[in-house]
Structure formats: C-alpha cells, structure tokens
C-alpha cells in the first residue's frame, strides 16, 4: 500500500507520512541540490551506478558535498527498495544543499539532506506506446551551458517545466525544446533520437542536454544491433524529414514520436527501428544493473 512506503532520509528510514523535511531546506527553498530518477525492472534496479556516478558528478558541478561515499549511498538505495519489496517501481534519489537560513549562500547549509523515494511512476499511457506521441518544439529554449549547465541533473527544473507547460497548452503530449542557436537538445524530460536511412542521430550534449543513461542504452544496444549512431547537431528540418523519432528517459522509457508541429513523422506510426529498440530494451534492464532481491529472497 502507498502510504506503508519507507523513505531513505538521512540515514534513517521512515514511513511515507513521517518522511518529511523542514522548509528551510535549500533544496526546496532555492532548487538547489541534485537528483536522479531510476528504474527497478524485475528486482533489478537498471544501470543503478551509471545513475550513481551522474549524480556524484551533478553534485561536484554545482559544489555539493555528499556525506556518503558513492557505494554507501548505493547500498541505501538498494535497501530502501529492498525494504518496499517493490520488483518493479521508480526511484528518486535526492539530495539538496539541506537546511540553512534564508539567502543564498550555499555555505550557510551545514550538511545535505539525503533522501531516497521508492514508488510507481507512469509517465505515459499504454496507447500512447502504442500509437506514438505527438509533440511541438516549444518557445522556451533550453538552458545555456554557461548559465546552468543541462549537464548537471539539478532540481532547477523549471526550464523542463515551462517547456512541458507550454507542449500541453498546444495540445501535444511532449515538448521538444531549441537551443537558443535553433538545435534540437531534448525534451522536456527525456532525450531525442531520430532515424533516417537506418542510422541513429542523437544531439550531442554540450548544445543542452542532459547525458542520458537510457541513451547510452540506445547506443549499446544500436551497436549490437548494428545499427549506426551518430551524435551531431540537427534541426526542425532534419526532424520533419526522418523516418522515425523517438525519446528517451527512465520516466519515458523509450516512445516514438508520430508528429511534431503538426507534421507527421514518417508513416505516422511508430517506426520498425524503435519497435526493435524497444524489445532489445526490454530484455537489457532487466539483467543490467544491480539486484534488489538476492537470488534466495523471493518477495
Ligand atoms: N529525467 N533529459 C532530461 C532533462 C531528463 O530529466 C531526463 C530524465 C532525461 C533522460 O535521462 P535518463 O535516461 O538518464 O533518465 C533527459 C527524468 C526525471 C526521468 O525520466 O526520470
């Protein structure tokens, strides 16, 4: 049941309705901290420490000392879904600055609050997998790197926020958001691939987007596939002539896109690359990543 969840917080573990922070955290008083957001398929929580090192890199980006080591703070997260008993659920793994007096200064914060939320997520339905999302590319650009770096997974995500609003209000169920030189970065949540002529391009971070672990996925399982990847900037004009486009992200997993702007994409139906990306994907997370549940623990 939802409300018997336990929630990681700072060393403890507590149930849902006792998990709480003060509002002097800067996490949620500034957005400032870091966080991840990772699956657990079939016990195994997928790419658990590519997600774990993004995120010690995050918190060195933005100067924040984590009071764990990586691989104790990756022990917590496999307890907390232990301790749920969930095979297959969301993970979302923060950590703020903590709780300091109100003003900026991130030095005023002694020590980060380490939180760690087991549960489910569904970011889109069954029939939107099914027959493919619609989406627009948005006004709102994405985040230059020398303002604040997309690289790092932040809590500042109303650049995401504004540009999934904006998706909403012209009726589309995702956004795709510019660079402010005019190049596809990503969407709101999820990275963007599209396939022409049987090869995989993927913009390549530096122009806004976040580096990530379910696109690298893409690019494992591309090679294995044969398939070509390539990581170089392109545009509207590439997306509206590609066979087939698709997103990716923990939340999202991996969805086609059948229209953007109005325009379909290819046929107007999922494509037979995604589809095959698809199934390839689905056998990888569920063995790629770290146990949950030991072999002898049947939950
Ligand atoms: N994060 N770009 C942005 C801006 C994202 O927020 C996300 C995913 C991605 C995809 O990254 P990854 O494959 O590592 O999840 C790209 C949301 C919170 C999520 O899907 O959990």
């Given at each position: 049941?939802?409300?018997?969840?336990?929630?990681?917080?700072?060393?403890?573990?507590?149930?849902?309705?006792?998990?709480?922070?003060?509002?002097f955290?800067?996490?949620?008083?500034?957005?400032?901290?870091?966080?991840?957001?990772?699956r657990?398929?079939?016990?195994?929580?997928?790419?658990?420490?590519?997600h774990?090192?993004?995120?010690?890199?995050?918190?060195?980006?933005?100067?924040?000392?984590?009071?764990?080591?990586?691989?104790?703070?990756?022990?917590?997260?496999?307890?907390?879904?232990?301790?749920?008993?969930?095979?297959?659920?969301?993970?979302?793994?923060?950590?703020?600055?903590?709780?300091?007096p109100?003003?900026?200064?991130p030095?005023?914060?002694?020590?980060?609050?380490?939180?760690?939320?087991?549960?489910?997520?569904?970011?889109?339905?069954?029939?939107?997998?099914?027959r493919?999302?619609?989406?627009?590319?948005?006004?709102?650009?994405?985040?230059?790197?020398?303002?604040?770096?997309?690289?790092?997974?932040?809590?500042?995500?109303?650049?995401?926020?504004?540009?999934k609003?904006?998706?909403?209000?012209?009726?589309?169920g995702?956004?795709?958001?510019?660079?402010?030189?005019?190049y596809?970065?990503?969407?709101?949540?999820?990275?963007?691939?599209?396939?022409?002529?049987?090869?995989?391009?993927t913009?390549?971070?530096?122009?806004?987007?976040?580096?990530?672990?379910?696109?690298?996925?893409?690019?494992?399982?591309a090679?294995?596939?044969?398939?070509?990847?390539?990581?170089?900037?392109?545009t509207?004009?590439?997306?509206?002539?590609?066979?087939?486009?698709?997103?990716?992200?923990?939340?999202?997993?991996?969805?086609?896109?059948?229209?953007?702007?109005?325009?379909?994409?290819?046929?107007?139906?999922?494509?037979?690359?995604?589809?095959?990306?698809?199934?390839?994907?689905?056998?990888?997370?569920?063995?790629?990543?770290?146990?949950?549940?030991?072999?002898?623990?049947?939950?």
């Open positions: 049941m939802e409300s018997e969840r336990w929630v990681f917080l700072n060393g403890e573990y507590k149930r849902k309705a006792e998990a709480t922070i003060s509002v955290d800067h996490g949620f008083l500034y957005g400032d901290g870091v966080f991840e957001g990772i657990v398929y079939s016990g195994n929580v997928f790419r658990l420490h590519e774990m090192v993004r995120l010690y890199e995050s918190a060195k980006s933005i100067l924040l000392d984590i009071p764990y080591t990586l691989e104790e703070l990756e022990a917590y997260v496999v307890e907390t879904v232990r301790k749920n008993q969930l095979l297959d659920a969301y993970i979302r793994l923060i950590v703020s600055r903590g709780d300091g109100l003003g900026l200064d030095a005023e914060c002694e020590i980060a609050n380490i939180i760690v939320i087991v549960d489910k997520i569904r970011i889109y339905s069954q029939e939107l997998y099914d493919g999302l619609t989406a627009v590319t948005v006004p709102t650009r994405r985040n230059i790197p020398d303002a604040l770096n997309p690289r790092v997974k932040s809590l500042n995500y109303l650049n995401n926020i504004l540009a609003a904006e998706a909403k209000q012209a009726g589309a995702e956004a795709i958001i510019l660079s402010s030189d005019g596809v970065t990503e969407g709101s949540s999820d990275n963007i691939f599209i396939v022409k002529d049987d090869i995989l391009y913009p390549p971070c530096y122009l806004g987007a976040l580096k990530g672990i379910t696109r690298q996925a893409i690019f494992d399982i090679e294995e596939l044969g398939l070509p990847v390539k990581e170089e900037p392109f509207r004009h590439d997306i509206f002539n590609a066979d087939e486009v698709f997103l990716t992200g923990t939340g999202a997993e991996i969805i086609s896109v059948v229209q953007v702007d109005g325009r379909p994409i290819g046929e107007g139906v999922p494509g037979p690359i995604s589809k095959d990306l698809v199934t390839q994907f689905r056998k990888l997370v569920t063995v790629d990543g770290i146990s949950a549940f030991p072999a002898e623990v049947k939950v």
